[in-house]
Each structure stands twice: as C-alpha cells, then as structure tokens.
T-cell receptor, first 114, second 112 residues
Framework: DGGITQSPKYLFRKEGQNVTLSCEQN?????MYWYRQDPGQGLRLIYY???????QKGDIAEGYSVSREKKESFPLTVTSAQKNPTAFYLC?????????????FGPGTRLTVT | AQSVTQPDIHITVSEGASLELRCNYS??????LFWYVQSPGQGLQLLLK??????LVQGIKGFEAEFKRSQSSFNLRKPSVHWSDAAEYFC??????????FGGGTRLMVKP
C-alpha cells in the first residue's frame, strides 16, 4: 500500500537537544511538506520541498531545518533554537502538477520537550 | 493575505441529525478550496475539493460542500451524521504561494 510513514509516533526530549523527525513516502510524489499543529491554530507550514536537493521555508521555519537528499525522504530537525517545540508535527506529500494541492498526510509525530 | 475562518471551534450533534460546518475564506482570485478530516492523533484525510465548475461538490463518506462566491463561503454538509464522523474538520484554501492555508478547525462531537 502506498502512503506516508512518520516515526516515531511519540517523542520526548530534554530542552536544549536537537531532535530529528522522520518522514518517508512511497507515493512517488515530488513535493513534501512539514506542518506544525497546535490546538486551535490549524496547521502551519514549516518547510516544503518540490524537488530533491531543494527546499523552501514556510511560514514558521525559524528553529527548524530540513534536508531532501532522496525523493522518498524529508526529515525535519527541531533545533534547540526553536522556542516552543512541543507540538504535533505532520508530514505531507503531493504531486507537483495540478494535483499539487491534494496533499496526503502521514499519521504525525507528537513531540514533547521538557 | 489569504485566510480561512472556521467560526465554530466545537459542534455537537445527535447521531442521525444533519450537519453543517462553516468555512469562510479570503482570497482575491478564484479559490481552490478543500475540506480535510482528522481523527484523534492521526493525520489529515481529504474529504473533498473545489477547483471550478459545479458549486456543489460531493466527497467521500457522504459529505458535500457548496461554494458560494458571494458569501466567500465553502460550508461542509452531511444529511445524517454517524458516530464515526466524530473528528476535527479543517477547511483550506490555496494561497498566493500555491500552498495551502488552513482554518483553525472545528471539532465535531456526536451524541448517541
């Protein structure tokens, strides 16, 4: 079955540590996205990538970094510079033609930083 | 700037009753509009989309939505709600950067 996997489902870290969230897709999609979800605020775009080895900042990129070395993979690193990293993180992918806006989402990773 | 407003943070309906979730958008050009559903602790699933043409669009799970340009609205409806419809619903619009701008979500609870 095609889909998006995110691991782990729950992640706990101490303040000051960097942490990397995994996102893998086997949908053969060129575009991948990272969103942050906080209660009552909907989804906010962190980073996106429409092609391997290229990515752009979204609305709330500060304190985050990404890489896109393979089409299937788009890991997100939450750095110690992110002031409020505890949140639910969602990865998504889509085609880059007219179906660009039809995004398919992974199950999410809940990050708790204490 | 583009924005999406979902005025109702929480809605409770009885099983079998009809449902309407409101969505208002702000976008200068012809909007591309979407409704997604999220079950607790899960990712989002696309329910339906509007790009152009017929203003009443049908989606999965018996949902439909109507685009009303004059009201800048794209409300989601279902004639008879099932307990399994309890979830959070997000409206989204394509923005000027060709990305999606999401509303804050409406959490639906279904009473037996």
């Amino acid at each position: 079955d095609g889909g998006i996997t995110q691991s782990p489902k729950y992640l706990f870290r101490k303040e000051g540590q960097n942490v990397t969230l995994s996102c893998e897709q086997n949908l053969n999609h060129d575009a991948m996205y990272w969103y942050r979800q906080d209660p009552g605020q909907g989804l906010r775009l962190i980073y996106y990538s429409q092609i391997v080895n290229d990515f752009q900042k979204g609305d709330i990129a500060e304190g985050y970094s990404v890489s896109r070395e393979k089409k299937e993979s788009f890991p997100l690193t939450v750095t110690s510079a992110q002031k409020n990293p505890t949140a639910f993180y969602l990865c998504a992918s889509s085609a880059v033609d007219t179906r660009l806006y039809e995004q398919y989402f992974g199950p999410g990773t809940r990050l708790t930083v204490t | 700037a583009q924005s999406v407003t979902q005025p109702d943070i929480h809605i409770t309906v009885s099983e079998g009753a009809s449902l309407e979730l409101r969505c208002n958008y702000s976008y200068g050009a012809t909007p591309y509009l979407f409704w997604y559903v999220q079950s607790p602790g899960q990712g989002l699933q696309l329910l339906l989309k509007y790009f152009s043409g017929d203003t009443l669009v049908q989606g999965i799970k018996g949902f439909e939505a109507e685009f009303k340009r004059s009201q800048s609205s794209f409300n989601l409806r279902k004639p008879s709600v099932h307990w399994s419809d309890a979830a959070e619903y997000f409206c989204a619009v394509r923005n000027a950067g060709n990305m999606l701008t999401f509303g804050g979500g409406t959490r639906l609870m279904v009473k037996p």
